[in-house]
Protein backbone atom coordinates (compact mmCIF):
# COMPACT_ATOMS: atom_id res chain seq x y z
CA UNK A 1 0.00 0.00 0.00
CA UNK A 2 1.29 3.57 -0.72
CA UNK A 3 1.63 6.46 1.47
CA UNK A 4 0.01 8.77 -0.40
CA UNK A 5 0.46 11.47 1.97
CA UNK A 6 4.06 12.44 0.82
CA UNK A 7 2.79 12.99 -2.41
CA UNK A 8 0.08 15.00 -1.79
CA UNK A 9 2.15 17.06 0.20
CA UNK A 10 4.69 17.55 -2.52
CA UNK A 11 1.56 18.37 -4.94
CA UNK A 12 0.64 21.33 -2.30
CA UNK A 13 4.35 22.82 -2.05
CA UNK A 14 4.62 22.10 -6.19
CA UNK A 15 1.00 24.56 -6.32
CA UNK A 16 1.43 26.81 -3.54
CA UNK A 17 5.11 27.33 -2.44
CA UNK A 18 6.64 25.92 1.05
CA UNK A 19 4.62 26.21 4.22
CA UNK A 20 5.57 28.87 6.18
CA UNK A 21 3.41 26.77 9.36
CA UNK A 22 2.09 23.67 9.85
CA UNK A 23 0.07 22.20 12.50
CA UNK A 24 -1.54 19.11 13.83
CA UNK A 25 -4.62 17.86 15.39
CA UNK A 26 -5.14 14.00 16.58
CA UNK A 27 -8.64 13.31 17.56
CA UNK A 28 -9.82 9.78 19.42
CA UNK A 29 -10.51 7.17 17.00
CA UNK A 30 -9.31 9.19 13.92
CA UNK A 31 -5.40 9.19 12.30
CA UNK A 32 -3.36 13.12 12.51
CA UNK A 33 -4.45 15.68 10.46
CA UNK A 34 -2.21 18.50 9.86
CA UNK A 35 -2.95 21.84 8.60
CA UNK A 36 -0.32 23.77 6.33
CA UNK A 37 -0.15 27.26 5.65
CA UNK A 38 0.85 28.84 2.79
CA UNK A 39 1.20 32.90 2.35
CA UNK A 40 1.02 34.60 -1.24
CA UNK A 41 0.99 38.30 -1.28
CA UNK A 42 -1.94 39.42 0.55
CA UNK A 43 -3.63 35.65 0.99
CA UNK A 44 -2.88 33.11 3.05
CA UNK A 45 -3.93 29.79 2.08
CA UNK A 46 -4.67 27.23 5.12
CA UNK A 47 -4.41 23.38 3.59
CA UNK A 48 -5.39 19.86 5.24
CA UNK A 49 -2.60 17.05 4.88
CA UNK A 50 -4.34 13.26 6.09
CA UNK A 51 -7.76 13.40 4.92
CA UNK A 52 -6.59 11.73 1.61
CA UNK A 53 -4.42 8.99 3.82
CA UNK A 54 -7.62 6.56 3.27
CA UNK A 55 -10.52 6.87 0.92
CA UNK A 56 -13.72 8.46 2.14
CA UNK A 57 -16.50 5.69 2.26
CA UNK A 58 -19.93 5.88 1.59
CA UNK A 59 -21.73 5.92 4.87
CA UNK A 60 -24.74 2.73 3.21
CA UNK A 61 -21.95 0.99 2.39
CA UNK A 62 -21.52 -2.71 4.26
CA UNK A 63 -17.98 -2.90 4.35
CA UNK A 64 -15.23 -0.23 3.66
CA UNK A 65 -13.11 -0.46 0.84
CA UNK A 66 -9.21 0.11 2.35
CA UNK A 67 -7.92 1.08 -1.26
CA UNK A 68 -10.98 2.29 -3.26
CA UNK A 69 -13.12 5.68 -3.14
CA UNK A 70 -12.38 9.09 -3.03
CA UNK A 71 -9.73 11.07 -1.72
CA UNK A 72 -9.29 15.14 -0.68
CA UNK A 73 -7.66 17.64 0.94
CA UNK A 74 -9.23 20.75 1.95
CA UNK A 75 -8.28 24.31 0.70
CA UNK A 76 -9.19 27.46 2.44
CA UNK A 77 -8.16 30.91 0.55
CA UNK A 78 -8.63 34.23 2.76
CA UNK A 79 -6.89 37.85 2.83
CA UNK A 80 -4.89 38.29 5.85
CA UNK A 81 -4.63 41.13 7.87
CA UNK A 82 -8.31 41.57 8.50
CA UNK A 83 -8.73 38.86 11.18
CA UNK A 84 -6.93 36.22 12.99
CA UNK A 85 -7.48 33.52 10.64
CA UNK A 86 -4.42 31.49 12.34
CA UNK A 87 -7.26 30.10 14.73
CA UNK A 88 -8.99 28.12 12.07
CA UNK A 89 -6.39 25.31 12.16
CA UNK A 90 -8.42 22.98 14.48
CA UNK A 91 -12.03 23.84 12.65
CA UNK A 92 -10.35 22.70 9.53
CA UNK A 93 -8.48 19.61 11.01
CA UNK A 94 -12.30 19.38 12.35
CA UNK A 95 -13.79 19.25 8.90
CA UNK A 96 -11.34 16.55 7.44
CA UNK A 97 -11.38 13.96 9.96
CA UNK A 98 -15.22 14.32 9.50
CA UNK A 99 -14.87 11.08 6.97
CA UNK A 100 -13.42 8.59 9.56
CA UNK A 101 -14.93 9.75 12.30
CA UNK A 102 -18.74 10.24 11.01
CA UNK A 103 -18.53 8.15 7.40
CA UNK A 104 -19.05 11.21 5.62
CA UNK A 105 -17.98 11.59 1.82
CA UNK A 106 -17.10 15.17 1.50
CA UNK A 107 -17.65 16.41 -2.40
CA UNK A 108 -18.42 19.28 -3.96
CA UNK A 109 -21.88 20.71 -3.26
CA UNK A 110 -21.63 19.67 0.37
CA UNK A 111 -22.29 22.08 3.22
CA UNK A 112 -19.79 21.28 6.25
CA UNK A 113 -20.68 23.13 9.46
CA UNK A 114 -18.72 23.18 13.29
CA UNK A 115 -21.03 24.40 14.54
CA UNK A 116 -18.79 27.36 16.01
CA UNK A 117 -17.35 30.37 13.72
CA UNK A 118 -14.34 28.85 12.21
CA UNK A 119 -12.26 32.31 13.72
CA UNK A 120 -12.73 34.65 16.32
CA UNK A 121 -15.02 37.30 15.51
CA UNK A 122 -15.92 35.23 11.83
CA UNK A 123 -19.32 35.39 10.52
CA UNK A 124 -19.04 31.88 9.48
CA UNK A 125 -19.63 28.88 11.06
CA UNK A 126 -20.07 26.38 7.62
CA UNK A 127 -18.24 26.16 4.36
CA UNK A 128 -19.20 25.10 1.08
CA UNK A 129 -17.37 22.77 -0.48
CA UNK A 130 -16.17 23.78 -4.38
CA UNK A 131 -15.17 22.20 -7.37
CA UNK A 132 -11.82 20.68 -7.38
CA UNK A 133 -9.13 21.71 -10.08
CA UNK A 134 -8.68 25.49 -9.75
CA UNK A 135 -5.99 26.25 -7.36
CA UNK A 136 -4.01 22.32 -6.99
CA UNK A 137 -4.63 20.41 -9.67
CA UNK A 138 -6.02 16.03 -8.72
CA UNK A 139 -3.22 14.07 -7.85
CA UNK A 140 -3.23 10.86 -9.77
CA UNK A 141 -2.44 7.74 -7.86
CA UNK A 142 -1.43 4.39 -9.49
CA UNK A 143 -4.55 2.21 -10.16
CA UNK A 144 -6.43 0.70 -7.79
CA UNK A 145 -6.49 3.93 -6.18
CA UNK A 146 -8.68 7.36 -6.49
CA UNK A 147 -7.01 10.41 -7.39
CA UNK A 148 -6.33 13.01 -4.95
CA UNK A 149 -9.07 16.20 -5.04
CA UNK A 150 -8.16 19.54 -3.49
CA UNK A 151 -11.09 20.69 -2.83
CA UNK A 152 -11.40 24.82 -2.19
CA UNK A 153 -13.55 25.78 0.76
CA UNK A 154 -16.06 28.78 0.78
CA UNK A 155 -17.37 30.48 3.96
CA UNK A 156 -20.89 30.84 4.58
CA UNK A 157 -22.79 32.88 6.97
CA UNK A 158 -25.90 31.04 8.31
CA UNK A 159 -28.35 32.64 6.68
CA UNK A 160 -26.61 31.64 3.55
CA UNK A 161 -26.28 27.86 4.70
CA UNK A 162 -29.87 28.11 5.17
CA UNK A 163 -30.62 29.33 1.62
CA UNK A 164 -28.41 26.81 0.41
CA UNK A 165 -30.08 24.27 1.69
CA UNK A 166 -33.53 24.92 0.03
CA UNK A 167 -32.41 26.53 -3.47
CA UNK A 168 -28.56 24.08 -3.59
CA UNK A 169 -24.78 25.21 -4.06
CA UNK A 170 -24.94 26.39 -7.57
CA UNK A 171 -28.05 29.01 -6.92
CA UNK A 172 -25.97 30.33 -4.12
CA UNK A 173 -23.03 30.48 -6.28
CA UNK A 174 -24.49 32.57 -8.73
CA UNK A 175 -25.68 34.86 -6.32
CA UNK A 176 -21.96 35.02 -4.95
CA UNK A 177 -21.19 35.85 -8.53
CA UNK A 178 -24.15 38.60 -9.25
CA UNK A 179 -23.05 40.38 -6.06
CA UNK A 180 -19.54 40.39 -6.65
CA UNK A 181 -19.15 38.60 -3.31
CA UNK A 182 -15.31 38.78 -2.24
CA UNK A 183 -15.44 35.18 -0.98
CA UNK A 184 -11.99 35.60 0.45
CA UNK A 185 -12.97 38.28 2.63
CA UNK A 186 -12.50 37.14 6.56
CA UNK A 187 -15.29 39.61 7.93
CA UNK A 188 -17.16 39.78 4.47
CA UNK A 189 -21.11 40.40 5.13
CA UNK A 190 -23.56 37.56 3.57
CA UNK A 191 -24.99 38.39 0.01
CA UNK A 192 -28.33 39.57 0.00
CA UNK A 193 -30.67 36.94 -0.28
CA UNK A 194 -34.69 38.35 -1.31
Known amino acids: MVDVLPLVEARLTTALGEPDARASVTFLGADRVEVL ?7 V ?3 TLGM ?4 MTDPTAMVADPVKGPR ?5 TVRTGRADTAQVLRPLAVLAATPQVEGLVVSPGASLDVGEPLWPGAPFTSV ?10 DLDLDDPLDPVRFLPLLPMTPNEAAWKRVH ?9 LSHGTDLRDPLRAGVPLD
Open 72 to 76: AELVL
Open 168 to 176: GAQALQERW
Open 37 to 43: RFLEGDL
Open 52 to 55: SAHP
Open 45 to 47: RYA
Open 128 to 137: LVGEPGGLVE
